[in-house]
């Protein structure tokens, strides 16, 4: 590993034609080459969008909120490189454009650049630089992989484009390579590939003085060489720097759909890195021994609000995936509206045709008397069941009100007179008005309950796992449900983390949400257990 981030090496991942075509992937794919030649990767989201970070956003726009080990609320992208590379990010490698003003005018009225006019080149720029500087020098690794977001010629990438040409010339050509992702159309009258679009986009990014050193072509269907050839001729790089990425059933084959055309070689030789065979065995043996193994399907309703974009939920759509495949079996999602369940008594039979349900985080009132009504639903129907965060302090709402015979519990979220305010904010929180960064926020050592089952899954009584709340189960109030079948089976300090449900199935809730940290390899426990108990309740054990 280098020691310091003088010392690293950068590959840039940038976006052209439209958005949306997996810059992402191609960032973890790119990743993985270097991976499997031994080599230390992390990872650099740029963002030029003016918002600090992705936690004031919203997740139907914008996709889920990622929540790093240290606190950050990142975009959705953060979640593939730690699921993918195995990873962990930090929120400072996130750089907004948000941020970079912000320091640039912070600096201002400190005095940092007396006398002089601020502009955005050069103090712009090189905030940006130092940034990217900085992060590689704290957490050195052999490559540094930057992905600007968003699309060549968008306005708000001009900085972040300059900031990448001054890099390529001032670091030697072997430390920086730039890697042009670009659409290359199919149209179905024309029966043929077209290159325009690529050769556009290469032009425009020429007029940024930047010269990709390899191409990316995605298409819905396959390119031939013949259209690759073309590419690399007009663009003006080596025919064995353009590659094709067609639609693939899983993007876990894409690592090694761009290695067999040459791309992992490739990256090596551009950055002057020693050439070795690369080792897919553990990415080999998971695609083989277990997605390719799958028999049978669990069908998991997650009633929520948020149904209208997948990526709101994916860090639970994922991890729910990864427990499909440890267990052997392939795993369906059905999204329910709970406010569909609100308006109408007799939808909730939707949930008959699962076989389990999981009650995803949120924030607000709409659609929550929904999801409490799916919650008695599992609950009395013996149907598995996972709740995370607003779900699992739904569940106790839930059993407060059925249970414990408390009808008017509630959260104080979502109904501040409440008599039984079982879910409240935490005193330290009531001060707080700022919405952005101040929840509690990244990962906290959480202790179970030895002999409970969330123990079991875990096989640990010591655990860290992220956060992204403010409200809590009420410390006060926590010793009336003692002698009844909810155990609160995990705290950090006075407060409770976790709960689970005797006599039933599978009934357990996490305040924290497990499915940030889990990974195709690794997958988490909970959601594991979800998984686990479905599959046993529809195909015996
Ligand atoms: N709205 C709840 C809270 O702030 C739950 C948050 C969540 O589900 N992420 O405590």
Known sequence: MPESGKNSKYVFILGSVLSGLGKGIVTVSIGKNLEARGLSVQVIKID??????????????????????????????????????????????????????????????????????????????????????????????????????????????????????????????????TVLLTYVPFP????????????????????????????????????????????????????????DLPDLENVLYAPRKLDSQGLGDYVCQALNLPEVEPDWSALDKLLQENLEKLSGKVVIGVPGKYTTLLDSYISVNEALKHAGWSQGVEVELIHIDTETIERDEDSIHQLDHV?????????????????????????????????????????????ARSVLGKPDAHSTEINQSTSYPIIDILPEQKQITDKGGTMRLGAYDVTLLPGTIIAELYGTLEIKERHRHRYEVNPDLISDFSSSGLTFTGFWNELAESMEVKGHPFFMGTQFHPEFKSTPWKPSPPYVGLIAACKARKYGN
């Open 48 to 177: 030029p969008y003016l918002n600090l970070d992705a936690g004031t956003m919203n997740p139907t726009e914008h996709g889920e909120c990622f929540v790093t080990e240290d606190g950050g609320e990142l975009d959705v992208d953060f979640g593939h490189y730690e699921r993918f590379l195995g990873i962990q990010v930090s929120k400072h490698q996130n750089i907004t454009t948000g941020q970079v003003y912000n320091s640039v005018i912070q600096k201002e009225r400190r005095g940092d650049y007396l006398g002089q006019t601020v502009q955005v080149v050069p103090h712009v720029i090189d905030e940006i630089l130092r940034r990217i500087e900085d992060r590689a020098e704290n957490n050195p690794a052999d490559v540094y992989l930057i992905e600007v977001g968003g699309t060549i010629g968008d306005i708000e990438s001009f900085p972040f484009l300059e900031a990448l040409r001054q890099m390529q010339r001032n670091h030697p050509a072997v430390d920086v390579c």
């Open 188 to 243: 179905k009258h024309l029966q043929e590939h077209k290159t325009k679009p690529a050769q556009h986009s290469v032009r425009e990014l020429r007029a940024s003085g930047i010269f990709p050193n390899m191409i990316v072509c995605r298409s819905d269907v396959p390119v031939p060489q013949k259209a690759l050839s073309k590419i690399a001729n007009f663009c003006d790089v080596p025919e064995e720097a353009v590659y």
């Open 355 to 399: 076989d389990g349900i999981l009650v995803p985080g949120g924030f607000g009132d709409r659609g929550t008397e929904g999801k409490i009504r799916s919650i008695r639903y599992a609950r009395e129907k013996g149907i598995p069941f996972l709740g995370i965060c607003l779900g699992f302090q739904l569940a106790i709402v839930e059993y």
